[in-house]
DNA sequence: GCGACAG
DNA sequence: ATCTTGTCGC
């Protein structure tokens, strides 16, 4: 089985000039006025996160679907491969994308939204790695990251469900929902062709038994596995 | 100049 | 992200 990811996209920026100049054409093409997957009916959902070894210069991403009511997986998918970019804040993108691609080419489904481990359009140029991914794939994507990155927020409420917005200065760029009562909230933003109040209404969803939305910890879990195995071998 | 900084 | 023990609790 081929767990090695495909090169580079070919014209893949090498350096943070470039990176930020592919990102100022590119968020030209971001879609914000879909409603995205009404939140109840039948949806595929799905959750992609990577993991590192900067030692070996490997990471590994992961793709898992869920059906969005149940919460049950039905495909998984991961893609093994060399560092594309080093970690700068606002550039988060560059790493882990071109990884998440090839995961995504090989899961035996079509996303009906896609899950982001961080920000979309909650980003110092609008354009986080939620966003980013949907430009690329034209798939329906949102953000849920665990920090609020530079933005500020008022606590919300302590229920769940509850929610207060993430501002940047005093433009509301994404929202810190409460998943659990009681429990630190998460941070959405939109990414591509789905509203804020339905990418938090399915976050609630996927976010039914854990603080954290299933397809991330899903994801979470398997893309660590395979760097486990892609570092011991076999 | 200094601090902050998704993963 | 990653480095890391025990511990409290369902």
Partial sequence: MNHTSDELPPDWPTTERQALAVQLD??????????GPPPGAPLTAVGVDVAYDDER????????????RTLDVVAEATAVGRVAFPYVPGLLAFREIPAVLTALRRLGAEPGLV???????AHPRRFGLAAHLGVL????????????????YAPPGPDRGDAS???D??????????????????????GHRVSLDRACDHVLALARDFRLPETTRRADALCRRALAQAVTGG
């Fill in 169 to 190: 200065g005093d433009e509301e760029v994404g929202r810190a929902l409460r998943t659990r009562t009681g429990v630190k909230p998460v941070f959405v933003s939109v």
């Fill in 137 to 152: 794939t034209g798939l329906p994507t949102i953000g849920v990251a665990k920090n609020p990155f530079t933005f500020h």
């Fill in 115 to 121: 899950v982001c481990d961080g920000y979309g359009l």
């Fill in 165 to 167: 917005p993430l501002l």
């Fill in 26 to 35: 590119l968020r030209t093409r971001v879609v914000l006025d879909e409603p």
């Fill in 57 to 68: 210069d490997l990471v590994a991403a992961a793709a898992v679907a869920l059906d969005a």
